[in-house]
Nanobody
Framework: QRQLVESGGGSVQPGGSLRLSCATS????????IGWFRQAPGKEREGVSC????????NYADSVKGRFTISRDNARNTVHLQMNSLKPEDTAVYSC????????????????WGQGTQVTVSS
């Protein structure tokens, strides 16, 4: 089974930073578009960012543009999401997806998922 593993979440104060990582030892992430989604209690899942297979095209939700940066580290088979200037509204469980079909606001039914990592931004 193809399983992703997220790491790097935690609790920070507003204005702080975290770097999330999405990794797997089961397959090569370079062959897939990698997306980050988040979901807060009582709210729908929201697309945050996505990077295409080639890594040239990077998409961001309007709410995180200028604050978050997605990148690939193909040597380590890892995708990172650098999160700066964090706000309380960013509090959610963040999950990554690997999608052969490419980047999309709605994940493909065939996309692979991780279990998620908790990000909490509060004072």
């Amino acid at each position: 089974q193809r399983q992703l593993v997220e790491s790097g979440g935690g609790s920070v104060q507003p204005g702080g930073s975290l770097r999330l990582s999405c990794a797997t030892s089961g397959f090569t992430l370079e062959h897939y578009a990698i997306g980050w989604f988040r979901q807060a209690p009582g709210k729908e899942r929201e697309g945050v960012s996505c990077i295409t297979r080639g890594g040239v095209t990077k998409n961001y939700a309007d709410s995180v543009k200028g604050r978050f940066t997605i990148s690939r580290d193909n040597a380590r088979n890892t995708v990172h999401l650098q999160m700066n200037s964090l706000k309380p509204e960013d509090t959610a469980v963040y999950s990554c997806t690997a999608d052969w079909a490419g980047c999309a606001r709605v994940p493909s039914v065939d996309a692979y998922w991780g279990q998620g990592t908790q990000v909490t931004v509060s004072s």
